[in-house]
Structure formats: C-alpha cells, structure tokens
C-alpha cells in the first residue's frame, strides 16, 4: 500500500517543477542571445554571445536553488520516512517553496536586496522541517 502524500511532499514536487521552470527560462535567455546553434553544439568553447540579463539572472536564479535544494530533499524525505508531519513541517516546507517562487521571480526581474530576504526565509523553511525531525526523535 501507497505512503500518504503529505504536503511537505507535494512542496517538495512543486519544487522540483520551479527547478525545471527556472532552467528553461535560462534556455530561452540564452537562445534568445542567439546562441541557439552553440548550445545545440558540444559547448566546446565559451558562448559567441552573452545571454539576455534576465536569462543570465534566471541561471543565477537556478544555480543558487541548486545549493538548497538537496538539504530541503534530505529534510522532507527524512520527514516522510520517521513519519514526521506537523504543522512545523508543513510551513517549512511551504515557506522554502513559496520563498525560492519568489527569489526566482525578483532575482529575474532584477530587484536586488529583496531577493536575499526570500533566500533567507527559504532558509528557514529548511531549518523548520529539520527542528521538527530532531524535536520528534
């Protein structure tokens, strides 16, 4: 029999989908730049041509989730396997979700500062779902 799928989890897929929204982004910044041709090559020299600014912050955008994202994986799944669900975890996971949604978003679209406050509350959400799992060992 099938596991439950918690919300933590669904955050967590969620997640993975912002990741996967975020490359294609960057793709389409870089194409754009018209380097279409070397990135259908073998990338074996450096781009002809800059990507768009907003693409180039979209790759920015998705590197940076990429240093998170597996610590928020062990968290949920760490989660999930003890069998630890509770409103704590939850809003952690909810908050590094929404966070990184937002991060993205104004890191694109160029705002500075703000974008540190979204990677922070990301932070947290991480750090809730953590605390959770050692406040339930």
Partial sequence: MAAAVTPELWMLVFSGVLLF???IIAGVGNTMAGNGQWAGGNRDTPAPNAPTVWGARASRAYHNMLETLPIFIIAVVAAHLAGV???H???GAQLYFWARLAYGVIYIAGIPYVRTIAWLVSLVGIALVLFSICGAA
């Fill in 89 to 91: 975890t939850v809003l």
């Fill in 21 to 23: 929204v975020l490359i």
């Fill in 85 to 87: 669900s509770t409103s």
